[in-house]
């Protein structure tokens, strides 16, 4: 049952061939022996999601049903949801439980879907590999010695470990994309707005947008039918209409006008990569897309103006963990300024402390013109590029990350080095636009994955370009040794 993907589990509910129950039980069973293996769940919620399963098998009786009635899933643990723990990865938040559910997680309510727990992932977001987590490393299900990427780790490793047919993730410079690239998934980040913040634990507000983790083009497209909306509570969600993104996924593709900017396929990718990308690219050619050189001339600058622009918010959005409303609170305090002081001491990990430092300091009177300001002039000039780029092309493709999987500790003694890990997703974020990864092949043994960039609102065409080339490769079936 663990190798359906959403949309056979839909119809299997559908044709009664297994109820929810039987389902959700099935997917509790493998968490519970397995996963002390890739710790990719910080909390499962066993009763409530039976529970669940049972009133949706109701529904599913009483032909009340929709496509996600039933279908278990899991959320990243960024998303609050009423009276169920929700950490963000940070000793922060290991005892909040929110008074209310985000958008995103009572739209998969409304539908009868069934959460089987909140997935693990680096603290407050901030990372590139889910070492950051203060509930432990997560193991990427391609190598025990491997991490799953990050920050979205923990959904990555679950849904590639057949532990969950699909899970909720962020994405605020890669964290979507990446994970997914590294255990061989399927994962889009959408356009700015199209997914409602609200609930959603803020890092970087002007980045950070929800999206969907599956197994295949097919289930995000379903996933992102339950995901996107505009939310009158989202100052920064966009009123435009939400398209049903399963009916297009069959499009011909012929004379898609596909872009490789010329600023990532340089000497310095590897070679290895390269191929297996150049590889993944003559599938689309072959099925008549049309291949054309671009140009993104500020890319290399995508980097560092997202090291200003992302922890400069980060030190505003984490301000409000002071301890006391809520959230870690330390021991016997002298006074008001050492309350505030050891609670966010105690509280934070270091990577989440070096970005406050990095971000407060960026935005300090005197430093905010050279930092701040110049990082957000890049930023338009950045986004500019893709303008341009958009009027000449229709998608964009390029390796999502450097690399496959790295090795437990490999990048841990210098933070840049992880930084770089985000070089392709970065510029995506600042300009926000849709940008998805897709299993195209392999490196050693190991996943890699494709991305494709949309112009604004564009995820419909991104998810049928996905299953396009889906339907002619088999890489997102490929399952890590030993499972099976
Ligand atoms: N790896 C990047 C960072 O550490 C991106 C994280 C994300 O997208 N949440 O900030």
Known sequence: MHNKTVAELSKGLAQKEFSSEELTSHFLNRIETLDGRYNSFITVCKEQALADARAADKKIQSGTATAWTGIPFAHKDIFCTQGVTTTCGSKMLANFRPPYDATVALKFKEQGAVCLGKTNMDEFAMGSSNESSYFGKVVNPWGDNLVPGGSSGGSASAVAARLTPAATATDTGGSIRQ?????????????????????????????????????????????????AGFDPKDSTSLDNPVPDYTATLNQDIKGLRIGLPKEFFTSDLDSKM?????????????????????SLPHSALSVPAYYVIAPAECSANLSRFDGVRYGHRCDDPKDLMDLYMRSRS????????????????????????????????????????????????DVIASPTSPSPAFGFGSKGDDPVKMYLEDIFTISTNLAGLPGMSIPAGEIDGLPIGLQLIGNYFDEGRLLNVAHQFQTVTDWHTKAPKGIS
């Open 274 to 294: 390269a191929g297996a990308i150049r590889a993944a690219i003559a599938e689309l050619e072959k099925r008549g897309a049309i291949l054309k050189e671009i």
């Open 179 to 227: 994970p997914a690239a590294l255990c061989g998934i399927t994962g889009l980040k959408p356009t700015y707005g199209r997914v409602s913040r609200l609930g959603m634990i803020a890092f970087a507000s002007s980045l950070d947008q929800g999206g969907p983790m599956a197994r295949t083009a097919e289930d995000a497209a379903m996933m992102l039918n339950v995901m």
């Open 346 to 393: 105690e509280g934070f990990g270091e990577e989440v402390k070096r970005r406050i430092l990095i971000g407060t300091y960026a935005l300090s009177a005197g430093y905010y013109d050279a930092y701040y300001r110049k990082a957000q002039q890049v930023r338009r000039l950045i986004k500019n590029d893709f303008t341009e780029a958009f009027a000449d092309v």
